[in-house]
């Protein structure tokens, strides 16, 4: 593929903007799952068996992304898959039945999962041929679409009084929009050609997909429990139950939109080390602090810390040798995936057993492990 024909600018900004959709598709879809309990007339065991239909059709499409990235382009794929994804979005609000609604969330996972995959394939290769850091401004972006999503959703339902189904037909507009204005600047291609159909990781590769396993399982696990840790056992009152995983996305966030100038400042090394030792602190200060405010700062870090631990690594397979760019990135993004679906059902499991207490306990270890495996990634990157 020739680099050189990139008009960085154009497709940074057709990138950002797919990412946006991605965050912005999943955050319109949260709002909708109680409408779907009552529509359907289920209880919270199908819902859940529901819910469960959409990690199963990401991971179905996650190894395979890659593949087809790389037969098709990135371009090809993000512009049908951003099409499918708001369509899908739609047919959600809608569902008039649970015959239906089985096979439409395991194709909305599936979509899902392939734009998530592909969208860092696409980003990883523009970020090597700019020559610069552009990796954690990019995540933000999922983010922020994540934050606009459920914003602008409350607000059309809340202080216009519309519909759940004309607001979702308003987020599907804006999908498409976005999605048609933006795939023309797209990459045509999608990595570097070879390897299998099936993204199986291998060498250095595994081990960044460990770290991205731990990342995602870290960020599952507050955002599902981080309310019941705080109600249950600090005893602060409903209305404050998500006020843990706010402060955690926001500081998130806020790390990501400024993370390629502080990179590019202080070095990947000491951001990544640096970060994972902010939430590593942040976590002994959720576990042993009884005030409110040392809990609060304790989200805190662990959202700063945390922010650009995948950005950095996914960065960083652009520039191993063992795996092609269409490889390693799949392979990642399921490692990834595995540890959204395994941290809450695993947390409630050990909180369930001992107690909420020991399920924090081993997050911390977990990102004290992860700690390790960074280290030794970072030298052999070196």
């Not at 990235?69 to 039945?97: E, I």
């Amino acid at each position: 593929m020739n680099l050189k024909n990139i008009n960085i600018d154009k497709t940074k900004h057709a990138t950002m903007a797919l990412y946006f959709v991605g965050g912005f598709g999943a955050a319109s879809w949260a709002p909708l799952v109680p409408i779907l309990k009552v529509r359907l007339a289920i209880g919270e065991d199908v819902l859940g068996m529901l819910l469960l239909c959409i990690g199963i059709g990401s991971l179905l499409t996650m190894p395979l992304s890659g593949a087809a990235a790389m037969r098709f382009g990135c371009r090809r794929v993000l512009a049908f898959a951003g099409a499918a994804y708001a369509l899908l979005l739609l047919t959600l609000a809608n569902l008039p039945s649970f015959t239906l609604a089985v096979p439409a969330l395991l194709m909305f996972g599936a979509i899902m999962g392939c734009i998530d995959v592909v969208v860092n394939i696409e980003a990883v290769i523009l970020e090597k041929a700019a020559g610069r850091r552009l990796m954690s401004s990019m995540h933000a972006l999922w983010s922020v679409g994540g934050f606009a999503g459920a914003g602008l959703f409350g607000l059309w339902t809340g202080t216009f009084e519309l519909t759940p189904v004309i607001s979702t037909f308003i987020a599907t507009a804006i999908m498409i929009a976005l999605t048609a204005v933006f795939w023309r600047n797209l990459l045509p291609y999608g990595g570097a050609s070879g390897g299998s159909l099936i993204a199986i990781p291998r060498g250095i590769v595994t081990f960044i997909g460990i770290i991205a396993l731990v990342s995602f399982l870290v960020e599952g696990a507050i955002m599902d429990w981080s309310g019941v840790f705080l109600t249950t056992t600090r005893d602060l009152p409903m209305s404050l139950a998500g006020s843990g995983f706010t402060i955690f996305s926001l500081a998130m966030l806020l790390m990501r939109l400024v993370g390629d100038k502080i990179i590019e400042r202080l070095g990947q090394r000491r951001v990544i080390i640096g970060g994972t030792t902010l939430a590593l602190i942040g976590f002994m200060l959720i576990i042993f602090a009884e005030d409110m405010m040392p809990l609060y700062v304790g989200f805190f870090l662990i959202g700063v810390g945390m922010a650009n631990v995948v950005p950095v690594f996914f960065s960083m397979l652009g520039r191993q040798n063992v795996m092609p760019v269409s490889m390693a990135v799949p392979a990642v993004s399921t490692l990834g995936y595995l540890g959204i679906l395994m941290g809450p059902a695993t947390i409630g499991f050990i909180a369930h057993a001992t107690s909420l207490y020991i399920s924090f306990m081993m997050l911390s270890a977990l990102v004290a492990l992860q700690l390790v495996i960074e280290w030794i990634v970072m030298k052999k990157m070196a």
